[in-house]
């Protein structure tokens, strides 16, 4: 008779990271193609806690051979390059980027008031309200998304996307 095997560092932290490695990879081609449906993005990003994790158990549990392929040229090169990527990375060298852009865009359009946001979207100001309305949010040109959002008890970006995107 088997008896079952203890549940151990090395029982979770490496079917861990292969499957967060299959999700992380996944998303991450679909999101450098600019396929980003649903909740792709938000999959990627916070499962990557389960990479993360997977990967520091499986590092724990095989710390040996990683000391054995850091004594070789190549693995040093290779964490030394992998470092100097990352490091470079956090530079812009004057360049603006759409991540650079995502949040200060995202809190004018939620600061601005509607009937400016009637304008950006070419939409019609009582039309916009109208829309708004038949998802159960009464407002008025004057207020903002943010204000709306507290006062109905919706999600901001809920509501930004009722107002710009197209049903």
């Given at each position: 008779?088997?008896?079952?095997?203890?549940?151990?560092?090395?029982?979770?932290?490496?079917?861990?990271?292969?499957?967060?490695?299959?999700?992380?990879?996944?998303?991450?081609?679909?999101?450098?193609?600019?396929?980003?449906?649903?909740?792709?993005?938000?999959?990627?990003?916070?499962?990557?806690?389960?990479?993360?994790?997977g990967a520091?158990?499986?590092?724990?549990?095989?710390?040996?051979?990683?000391?054995?392929?850091?004594?070789?040229?190549?693995?040093?090169?290779?964490?030394?390059?992998?470092?100097?990527?990352?490091?470079?990375?956090?530079?812009?060298?004057?360049?603006?980027?759409?991540p650079q852009?995502?949040?200060?865009?995202?809190?004018?359009?939620?600061?601005?008031?509607?009937?400016?946001?009637?304008?950006?979207?070419?939409?019609?100001?009582?039309?916009?309200?109208?829309?708004?309305?038949?998802?159960?949010?009464?407002?008025?040109?004057?207020?903002?998304?943010?204000?709306?959002?507290?006062?109905?008890?919706?999600?901001?970006?809920?509501?930004?996307?009722?107002?710009?995107?197209?049903?």
């Amino acid at each position: 008779m088997r008896t079952a095997k203890p549940f151990s560092l090395r029982t979770w932290s490496t079917p861990l990271t292969i499957g967060s490695f299959i999700l992380m990879a996944v998303t991450g081609v679909l999101m450098f193609f600019d396929v980003v449906p649903g909740y792709l993005s938000f999959a990627h990003e916070w499962f990557s806690w389960f990479f993360l994790l997977g990967a520091g158990g499986h590092i724990a549990v095989n710390f040996r051979p990683l000391t054995k392929h850091l004594q070789s040229n190549w693995g040093r090169a290779n964490v030394a390059i992998f470092a100097i990527v990352l490091v470079v990375s956090t530079l812009s060298f004057g360049r603006i980027t759409a991540p650079q852009l995502k949040w200060p865009i995202s809190n004018a359009l939620i600061e601005a008031p509607l009937s400016a946001l009637a304008d950006v979207t070419r939409t019609d100001q009582a039309e916009l309200l109208a829309k708004l309305k038949t998802h159960g949010i009464t407002a008025t040109p004057e207020q903002n998304i943010k204000e709306l959002a507290e006062a109905h008890g919706k999600d901001e970006f809920h509501i930004l996307g009722l107002v710009i995107l197209r049903e």
